[in-house]
């Protein structure tokens, strides 16, 4: 069974820093593109950056210049390093996956459960 488990989250106060992590266990055959999106009450959720299994990045323009992706293909893990952070980065963070479970199956998004960034003003 695959599992995406993320971990990192927490309360810091405005211009603070949170990295999170999140690790994809079970038995897979590959992982694509991975990323982390967020979701704030009341909103949508919405992507936040992702990564090629290459390493190409994308962010969302309001993280640019203050959130790094990167991931760990060996560890099959991705990272969310956020610094200055701001109160409207305050979300439920979620991982994806874009997971391939055997040589000759299709790849199907995967999700963890959230970690909950707080950021006090």
């Known amino acids: 069974q695959v599992q995406l488990v993320e971990s990192g989250g927490g309360l810091v106060q405005a211009g603070g820093s949170l990295r999170l992590s999140c690790v994809v266990s079970g038995s897979i055959f590959s992982i694509d593109v991975m990323g982390w999106y967020r979701q704030a009450p009341g909103k949508q959720r919405e992507l936040v950056a992702r990564i090629g299994s290459g390493g190409t990045t994308n962010y969302v323009d309001s993280v640019k210049g203050r959130f790094t992706i990167s991931r760990d293909n060996a560890k099959n893990t991705v990272y969310l390093q956020m610094n200055s952070l701001k109160p409207e980065d305050t979300a439920v963070y979620f991982c994806?996956?874009?997971?391939?479970?055997?040589?000759?199956?299709?790849?199907?998004?995967?999700w963890g459960q959230g970690t909950q960034v707080t950021v006090s003003s």
């Open positions: 994806n996956a874009d997971i391939q479970l055997r040589s000759w199956s299709g790849r199907r998004d995967y």
